[in-house]
């Protein structure tokens, strides 16, 4: 008898100890999507920032024209970004379709990237 006791309570605290596992292995996976969350809202902040920045740049140096930071078609902004760039109206399809002059959208570029950057010159 005294064996099926000592059976029955540790198969009572194993129960208990799984419970626990569950209760804790369900924090973590909400302290996991909530830091998911918090990053992707900190990703679109920062890509609208930069995008807002990128086109006010580029447009100073290229006046009358944008260009813009978006996902490629079919996937989001934390899988990567492409430059599309508007001259006279026309988007173009490829940065290989710019001119050497109208190839300041990689100056528009570090300048944006210096906009957002803190470079510590110690």
């Not at 989001?76 to 492409?82: A, P």
């Amino acid at each position: 008898m005294n064996m099926i006791d000592n059976v029955e309570k540790k198969e009572a605290s194993l129960k208990e100890m799984l419970a626990t596992v569950h209760k804790d292995k369900k924090k973590i996976e909400d302290t996991i999507m909530s830091l998911e969350n918090y990053k992707m809202e900190a990703l679109e902040n920062t890509w609208r920032k930069v995008n807002k920045d990128f086109a006010e740049i580029f447009g100073d140096l290229l006046a009358g024209n944008t260009c813009k930071l978006q996902a490629p078609e079919g996937k989001s902004i934390s899988e990567g970004l492409e430059v599309k760039v508007c001259l006279g109206g026309v988007w173009k399809q490829s940065l290989t379709e710019l001119s050497g002059g109208q190839s300041t959208v990689s100056y528009s570029i570090t300048f944006t990237i210096q906009t957002c950057t803190y470079v510590y010159f110690g």
